[in-house]
């Protein structure tokens, strides 16, 4: 048998562990593990029945089941599948591609145009003002901009505090910032799931997470509770952060 082995052979091996593996690791953040161990289990008896013991009879009957539930796989893991997509779709080199050949170049970030938001962060920290700032990657954020109240302004730190001071109408939803600007204030995010985040963290944690899953958006989080601040990107949170860190974070993402 190892006679008929081929380098094409290993390479798809290689290429169906990386993606168990991408799916595994998916699953357990959402909290899905035994649901993805269930399909996997069904997946190897069915390739065992059909493949090599070449039952017709039960292998029918499995081929019919993995059929219709091909289905409903889509519709149950749609949200992991969307994810999924947009990670692939958001990866450097591929937009790196696509603007070669689209002719579109990469902005360049302006020192001066993020400082604003690093300050207003330690400076909400220090008075313990809870704040969620979302700044805006290669994915658009037009659809979560509009759950919120346009502001279309300047990056200003003052500007920054004020939204998110406590008796602020605003101050309880995410701030995006798109395009350089500050977008919009009060804007709904998608909530995570996942069971591995700490049970300390609130709400604005949870949210800034999920925006990160669903996009490579970076969000910010000043704890309201501790003074300290987070950073939630590509499904991560970077906690305790100092201002060092969190200008270090906001550059080279």
């Known amino acids: 048998m190892l006679l008929g082995f081929s380098i094409k052979d290993f390479i798809d091996i290689v290429l169906v562990?990386?993606?168990?593996?991408?799916?595994?690791?998916?699953?357990?953040?959402?909290?899905?593990?035994?649901?993805?161990?269930?399909?996997?289990?069904?997946?190897?008896?069915?390739?065992?029945?059909?493949?090599?013991l070449e039952m017709r009879l039960l292998g029918g009957?499995?081929?019919?089941?993995?059929?219709?539930g091909a289905l409903a796989l889509i519709v149950?893991?749609?949200?992991?599948?969307?994810?999924?997509?947009?990670?692939?779709?958001?990866?450097?080199?591929?937009?790196?591609?696509?603007d070669f050949f689209t002719g579109k170049k990469e902005a360049k970030v302006d020192h001066a145009e993020m400082m604003p938001?690093?300050?207003?962060?330690?400076?909400?920290?220090?008075?313990?003002?809870?704040?969620?700032?979302?700044?805006?990657h290669n994915i658009k954020l037009g659809e979560y901009i509009k759950t919120g109240e346009t502001i279309n302004a300047d990056i200003n730190q003052l500007l920054i505090e004020?939204?998110?001071f406590k008796n602020s109408p605003l101050h309880d939803g995410a701030m995006i910032i798109s395009q350089k600007r500050i977008a919009a204030a009060g804007c709904l995010l998608p909530v995570s799931h996942s069971m591995n985040i700490p049970k300390s963290l609130g709400l604005r944690h949870r949210a800034a997470l999920g925006i990160s899953q669903e996009t490579?958006?970076?969000a910010i989080v000043v704890s309201e509770e501790t003074?300290?601040?987070?950073?939630?990107?590509?499904?991560?949170?970077?906690?305790?952060?100092?201002?060092?860190?969190?200008?270090?974070?906001?550059?080279?993402?």
């Open 17 to 52: 562990a990386l993606m168990l593996f991408y799916f595994y690791k998916l699953m357990r953040e959402t909290g899905s593990l035994n649901l993805f161990l269930g399909i996997l289990i069904v997946v190897i008896i069915w390739v065992v029945v059909s493949q090599i």
């Open 76 to 98: 149950l893991f749609q949200d992991e599948i969307r994810r999924f997509l947009r990670d692939i779709g958001s990866q450097n080199r591929v937009r790196q591609i696509l």
């Open 216 to 218: 490579d958006a970076m």
């Open 117 to 136: 938001i690093v300050m207003a962060c330690m400076n909400m920290a220090k008075r313990k003002e809870g704040a969620l700032i979302v700044v805006e």
């Open 61 to 68: 009957i499995m081929d019919t089941l993995v059929s219709v």
């Open 227 to 253: 003074g300290s601040i987070t950073v939630a990107h590509q499904g991560t949170l970077h906690r305790r952060l100092t201002a060092e860190q969190l200008e270090k974070l906001l550059f080279n993402i």
């Open 162 to 164: 004020n939204i998110f």
